[in-house]
């Protein structure tokens, strides 16, 4: 039964609309006068709503811009009634959202002509709203276990295969006859040598779509009990599960790297690639999946440093002393890297650029992200995704963290001081910084000296940096944010953790990851995800900001779906702080 409600001061009038509809078999809901009209909106949720526009202390036009502007109330259908058929009036509704106008007086005929068409409307574009809310969900809880490149299964779902891959192995223990050839899980690490200059030399599209194809291949190696996952890069783990012995694991290896070393046709280029697979035994080599993907990853690395093999078995001791010794080596020019960037904070090497943020429905400016680069005197600019993972392994990231959040903190203190507007600067944080005792006592030393207030910074952090303690990382989340700052979860989506950690953490922004903004007007799923997403957070009361916007259609896009603020190269690029400086006068 469908629940309308009527909002009318003259008691007659009221009156005869009430039985009109509970004849005709509404439930029906009255109040004589706006704001009971929108408290009686706001509690019961009524599927229509009746309401005259000239009304004493507030009329109809008031009524139906508070509703407007509440996302529980945004989309009733709203019918004005009204002696007034003045063309002014009418646009004056239509501006602020009515759906209809019946004049006064009107017949019962067209009272009910008028609901049927609205509550039929709004029944269907609820049912569109529902269907695609439910296919995109079912994307999101995909994108949860799956890869987004080859759809594969990503790290979450590894661990709930090899669970379910224990159990099979010991039904088939329990019931295998003796053999010196006695059933085994394998664990396999498998990478591609090459696939970097691929990557680089060709771009994003022809790198997906070899990972595309190694996918297919390798599936295609495995039986249907086995697994085929992948972490990241080039990373692929398989399964192989109730191998009967080392002779069979052996025959699907070298099958995998056979069909591996035959050229890919990536549209109009052919290229190779070399196949490199690190092997280790369940029971033998390890207990627990993270253990055995470790040590199958160790002797994969010592395959890729050995020229003329292709795959080896794990061995516990030695194996494991050579790992730790190949790890520790690296090539000159990584060295040289390390060295220059150990010299780059005492010569001043480092720069912050401020890339803007602005508000979808405003087009105002409302904050900006840090961005940290790289000015080599000889080498000149030196790419943040060469020299930061090289600082995350060292360790020397905690030093630039540091330097990053002292620096911004400094800067926006004295853009305040110099009387421009005051802006909100984001800085990410790194998981090595993140994850080192004091950090918070360290953030409020850095406010302190910089005699910045806490609510103009915000801090974002990746998924992987939260899933690897979550205690430990909610505990330190709402202690920043019972200071004031802000906290925002960057990329999300690329990362392996399930939706359900958001609910966990106490964030007061979403960024949705370029990826899924990318061409989003053209890919359904990307246009799917992006809903989903931004839907999910406003649920949560979370801020959502698009990264990489670069055409004007996906900012749009994104207006109509009420994303709240926006980045990227459309509003500006990275800006050093003499340019973003200029960019805050113009704005």
């Keep these: 039964m469908k629940k309308i409600l009527v909002i009318e001061d003259e008691p007659s009038v009221r009156n005869n609309l009430l039985r009109l509809l509970n004849a005709e078999g509404f439930q029906t809901l009255s109040a004589e006068d706006g704001s009971e009209g929108i408290q009686l909106a706001q509690s019961q949720a009524p599927d229509l709503i009746l309401c005259d526009i000239m009304m004493p202390e507030m009329t109809g036009f008031d009524v139906l811009q508070v509703l407007r502007s509440h996302t529980e109330t945004s989309t009733i259908p709203f019918i004005f009634l009204t002696a007034k058929a003045d063309r002014s009036d009418l646009r004056q509704g239509m501006l602020l959202g009515a759906?209809?106008?019946?004049?006064?007086?009107?017949?019962?005929?067209?009272?009910?002509?008028?609901?049927?068409?609205?509550?039929?409307?709004?029944?269907?574009?609820?049912?569109?709203?529902?269907?695609?809310?439910?296919?995109?969900?079912?994307?999101?809880?995909?994108?949860?276990?799956?890869?987004?490149?080859?759809?594969?299964?990503?790290?979450?779902?590894?661990?709930?295969?090899?669970?379910?891959?224990?159990?099979?192995?010991?039904?088939?223990?329990?019931?295998?006859?003796?053999?010196?050839?006695?059933?085994?899980?394998?664990?396999?690490?498998?990478?591609?040598?090459?696939?970097?200059?691929?990557?680089?030399?060709?771009?994003?599209?022809?790198?997906?779509?070899?990972?595309?194809?190694?996918?297919?291949r390798l599936k295609d190696c495995i039986g249907d009990n086995d697994t085929v996952a992948r972490l990241e890069g080039t990373q692929f783990i398989i399964i192989l599960a109730t191998s009967v012995g080392h002779s069979e694991v052996v025959k699907k290896v070298q099958k995998m790297l056979n069909v591996l070393l035959h050229?890919?046709?990536?549209?109009?280029?052919?290229?190779?690639?070399?196949?490199?697979?690190?092997?280790?035994?369940?029971?033998?080599?390890?207990?627990?999946?993270?253990?055995?993907?470790?040590?199958?990853?160790?002797?994969?690395?010592?395959?890729?440093?050995?020229?003329?093999?292709?795959?080896?078995?794990?061995?516990?001791?030695?194996?494991?002393?050579?790992?730790?010794?190949?790890?520790?080596?690296?090539?000159?020019?990584?060295?040289?890297?390390?060295?220059?960037?150990h010299y780059a904070l005492e010569r001043n090497e480092f720069e912050i650029f401020y890339q803007p943020k602005v508000n979808l429905k405003t087009g105002k400016l409302t904050g900006a992200e840090a961005l940290i680069r790289w000015l080599h005197p000889q080498d000149g600019r030196i790419s943040p995704a060469e020299f930061l993972p090289l600082a995350e392994k060292t360790g020397f990231i905690v030093e630039i963290d540091q330097w990053v959040l002292r620096t911004v903190c400094q800067q926006v203190k004295t853009w305040q001081t110099e009387g421009f507007c005051a802006v909100q600067v984001a800085v990410n944080l790194s998981g090595r910084q993140f994850n080192q005792p004091g950090i918070t006592e360290r953030i409020v030393e850095i406010l302190k000296q910089t005699q910045l207030e806490p609510r103009f910074l915000e801090i974002e952090l990746t998924e992987s940096t939260l899933v690897k303690n979550v205690t430990a990382a909610i505990a330190t989340l709402n202690d920043l944010k019972?200071?004031?700052?802000?906290?925002?979860?960057?990329?999300?989506?690329?990362?392996?953790?399930?939706?359900?950690?958001?609910?966990?953490?106490?964030?007061?922004?979403?960024k949705i990851d370029r990826c899924f903004v990318s061409n989003v007007t053209a890919d359904s799923t990307n246009s799917a995800i992006a809903i989903a997403i931004i839907q999910m957070a406003q649920s949560l009361n979370l801020k959502v900001v698009a990264e990489g916007v670069e055409t004007e259609a996906e900012k749009a896009f994104l207006a109509q779906n009420q994303c709240d603020e926006i980045q990227g190269y459309l509003i500006s690029p990275p800006l050093p702080s003499n340019q973003f400086i200029q960019y805050l006068t113009k704005v």
């Design 99 to 216: 759906d209809d106008y019946l004049t006064k007086p009107f017949t019962r005929l067209e009272l009910l002509a008028a609901i049927a068409t609205r509550l039929s409307k709004h029944d269907a574009v609820t049912q569109r709203y529902n269907t695609a809310l439910k296919n995109a969900t079912e994307q999101l809880n995909r994108l949860a276990y799956y890869d987004s490149v080859t759809e594969l299964p990503n790290r979450l779902l590894l661990r709930e295969r090899f669970q379910q891959t224990l159990q099979t192995f010991a039904q088939a223990t329990v019931t295998a006859s003796p053999t010196s050839d006695s059933p085994s899980i394998a664990i396999l690490s498998l990478g591609l040598d090459r696939f970097q200059w691929i990557h680089h030399n060709l771009g994003f599209t022809y790198s997906d779509l070899l990972l595309k194809t190694v996918a297919e």
């Design 263 to 341: 050229p890919f046709q990536l549209e109009k280029y052919e290229v190779f690639v070399t196949p490199s697979i690190g092997i280790a035994i369940y029971g033998k080599d390890g207990a627990e999946i993270e253990k055995l993907v470790r040590n199958a990853e160790a002797v994969r690395n010592l395959v890729q440093s050995q020229s003329g093999l292709r795959y080896q078995f794990y061995q516990a001791k030695s194996d494991s002393a050579k790992a730790d010794r190949f790890a520790n080596r690296a090539s000159p020019q990584t060295l040289m890297l390390e060295t220059r960037l």
């Design 482 to 510: 019972q200071l004031g700052i802000q906290v925002a979860i960057d990329d999300f989506g690329t990362g392996y953790s399930s939706l359900g950690y958001l609910k966990q953490f106490p964030f007061t922004t979403l």
